[in-house]
């Protein structure tokens, strides 16, 4: 694997969990490992890449995740990925300790079907897919 990324945005999600939320993202999003690390996990997708880094164990020692998780609902940060299919992203994130709402949370925004859900570690995301049918005003939660 090539040293060089092509990637011109991103983000960096710290976590307790690396490889479990790193595997989250990356079958959920659809994302790509680009490099492994002891203490870190480059995805990416496109131009965009995610970096899962692991919390330094003497503030991790402090920090407790509930299953289900606590859905961190008021972050000012939310990721967005767009996804192939929002149900059977739905059904992935399911079987790995997330959550992406049902379909009667979807809703249509300039030509995509929208839908938030979140990680394992509580972290809200949102994910798109284009051919979202008719336009209606965009949700204000």
């Given amino acids: 694997m090539s040293d060089l990324s092509k990637y011109e945005t991103g983000a960096v999600l710290f976590t307790i969990h690396l490889d479990s939320l790193a595997s ?4 959920v999003a659809g994302m790509t490992t680009f490099r492994t690390e002891d203490d870190h996990i480059r995805l990416e997708k496109g131009l965009f890449r995610l970096t899962v880094h ?4 003497r503030y991790a020692k402090k920090i407790k995740i509930t299953t289900p998780p606590t859905v961190r609902e008021n972050s000012a940060i939310k990721l967005v990925f767009q ?3 929002i149900a059977q992203a739905r059904q992935v994130a399911a079987e790995l300790g997330g ?3 049902p379909p009667d949370r979807e809703w249509h925004y300039e030509g995509m079907t929208v839908c938030d859900g979140y990680d394992p570690d509580g972290n809200v995301f949102q994910l798109f897919t ?3 049918g008719n336009d209606r ?3 204000q939660d």
């Fill in 130 to 132: 284009s051919g979202g």
């Fill in 83 to 85: 996804v192939g299919d």
């Fill in 137 to 139: 005003e965009a949700r």
């Fill in 54 to 57: 692991k919390i330094p164990p």
């Fill in 24 to 27: 989250f993202y990356e079958r």
């Fill in 99 to 101: 959550a992406v709402y």
